[in-house]
């Protein structure tokens, strides 16, 4: 069963701000500057997020919009888009 938690994942609905990310993070088919976050580790996802949150990371948005969700937030929205393909 753990085999397909994965694909669960995939087809399961997007937890809270997680759709809002496609509105920059193209497929990965996509020609485009901003990076592919689909099928990214979550924890490294988490991490760079988290990078945002505290100012070690420069942005131009990401830091404004990760600080409107909680580590729990941040954590559903990295796992479900790590399962993405």
């Not at 088919?29 to 979550?42: L, Y």
């Amino acid at each position: 069963m753990l085999a397909l938690a994965p694909l669960l994942l995939c087809a399961a609905a997007p937890p809270p701000g997680a759709s809002s990310c496609s509105g920059c993070h193209a497929p990965a088919s996509a020609k485009t500057d901003v990076p592919v976050i689909a099928g990214q580790p979550a924890d490294h996802l988490v991490a760079l997020l988290e990078e945002f949150r505290n100012g070690t990371r420069p942005a131009t948005v990401m830091n404004r919009i990760v600080k409107g969700f909680t580590p729990e937030q941040v954590q559903a929205i990295a796992v479900w888009w790590a399962a993405q393909p």
